[in-house]
């Protein structure tokens, strides 16, 4: 088994129901207000977040109080929205693979353009836009990369002056923009005059609707986690 697998294990192992429980609990002590809230009802909800030490046993068949039980039944929908967030949140970190990256990457030399091809990280897809100044097409693609950066993080968006590049007389302005998509230093995808696959007016999802016609983006993430997140606020 592997030590992501074995990982996982025990950390189902370990987070029962009353684990799960005693989490909840100690989350909805730290995210509320503590001075607004009366002593004898902070005092509780500190007792009722702390797990039961195995040498207590003063309180191990103790039932719940009817106050303890009005006092979960408080619970409120907002701070269970955001433990809920917070759980997923982790649990997609430890399942994530490979770095995360902000804003489209500008390369300023052939090197940097095969520089960023041979060392990303073998999970990363990488995705080249070669452009120049004045070309049709150049301009409105760059915008979307712009867009697209935000919607896949684990992607790295770069793009590269065709002149910058020293290879402008292999990118003319007939086969401009180009995009290319590397992944572990193979090339998946090479498109000259992308526009040509495209509507003469196009946006980022056709962009990204084209990308993933050739299955070259990953999943987005966490999908609807932005909504929610607006809800709870």
Request: proline letters at 4%; a negative charge; charged letters at 30%.
């Amino acid at each position: 088994m592997s030590d992501r697998a074995l990982e996982m294990e025990e950390c189902v192992t370990q987070t029962g129901p009353k684990g799960v429980i005693n989490d909840w609990r100690r989350f909805k002590l730290e995210s509320m207000d503590q001075e607004s809230l009366p002593p004898a009802k902070r005092e509780l909800l500190r007792q009722m977040s702390s797990p039961q030490k195995p040498h207590d046993k003063s309180n191990v068949n103790r039932k719940m109080s009817i106050q303890e039980y009005e006092l979960l039944k408080e619970e409120d929908e907002a701070s269970l929205k955001k433990y809920r967030k917070q759980c997923m949140q982790e649990m997609h970190e430890k399942l994530s693979f490979g770095p995360k990256f902000e804003g489209v990457h500008e390369l300023d030399s052939g090197e940097a353009f095969l520089e960023v091809i041979e060392k990303e990280h073998h999970s990363t897809v990488v995705v080249v836009h070669i452009y120049k100044a004045g070309v049709k097409g150049c301009e409105e693609l760059n915008g979307c990369l712009d867009c697209l950066v935000t919607e896949y993080p684990t992607v790295k968006f770069c793009r590269i002056d065709a002149v910058a590049s020293g290879a402008g007389e292999r990118f003319s302005d007939d086969v401009l923009p180009t995009l290319l998509v590397y992944k572990a230093g193979e090339l998946l995808g090479n498109f000259l005059a992308c526009c040509k696959h495209l509507n003469e007016e196009f946006f980022a999802t056709d962009v990204e609707a084209f990308l993933n016609g050739y299955g070259l983006l990953p999943e987005k993430e966490m999908p609807g986690m932005d909504s929610e997140d607006n809800d709870v606020e």
